[in-house]
């Protein structure tokens, strides 16, 4: 779990540094879902054992998946609500003249609803993991201290 939770909070330290260096926030969630799915790979190639993948390392990916969405849309609630107006882009063309900035910072979150559900999701599947992770290191476990018979 330790694994999904460290890539969880690459992807969204990349989502965040992407966005500070070159701003605005991304209008459409693209680039929050290809970090997602890139830090969720890393979880998996990191948690592999006996290079086979297990329901340990699937966790691990799905942790990751869940961290960095979950991570990236309250980033963006703050930012959107908080940030400065750099970090706003123009969603809203037709508002009225001096209300882009504020119409943009109540629109930009819409797009990221998405990724709210998304991680949603992948946290409930990882629920689901948790006791097949947890079954499948027992039975490991269990395996390697067996006694022989006599």
Known sequence: MLVGA??????????????????????????????????A????????????????????????????LLSIFVAVLVLAHWGPDSLIPDVTPQALPGQHVSESRIEIVDPYVLVLALGVLAALAGGLLVPAARGARRVTGAAVSRRPSR
Do not use: C, F, K, M
């Open 6 to 39: 460290v890539g969880g909070v690459a992807g969204t330290v990349l989502w965040l540094a992407v966005v500070l260096v070159a701003p605005p926030i991304p209008a459409s969630p693209g680039l929050a879902l290809a970090l997602a799915a890139v830090a």
């Open 41 to 68: 790979a890393g979880a998996v190639l990191a948690g592999l054992d006996r290079a086979e993948i297990d329901a340990a390392g699937l966790l691990a990916g799905v942790i990751a998946i869940a961290g960095t």
